[in-house]
C-alpha cells in the first residue's frame, strides 16, 4: 500500500467520523431548539440561557466540522481525478 492510499484511507476514515459527528449535533442543535421553542416560557430564565449557549457553542463546533469535511471531500475528489 502506497503512502497515497494510506492517505486516501486516513481521509475516508475522518470524513465518515466527521459526518456522522455533524449529524448527531444537528440532531442535539434541533432538540435544544425544539425544547426552547416547547418549554421556553416553564424553563426558567437560568435554563433557557443555559440551552441557549449550549445551542451556540454547538453550532460553532458544527461550523467548524463542516468546514474540515468540506475541505476532506474537496482533496479526496482532487485526489481521486488525479488517479
Known sequence: ESPEDKETARR???IRTLEEKIEAME???EAIETRL?????TLG???S???AERRTALRG???GLVEEWARLS???EKAARRS
Open 27 to 29: 440532531a442535539e442543535i
Open 49 to 51: 440561557r443555559e440551552l
Open 45 to 47: 430564565p437560568v435554563a
Open 12 to 14: 475516508r476514515r475522518r
Open 37 to 41: 421553542w416547547e418549554e421556553g416560557l
Open 61 to 63: 463546533e458544527l461550523d
Open 74 to 76: 474537496e482533496e479526496s
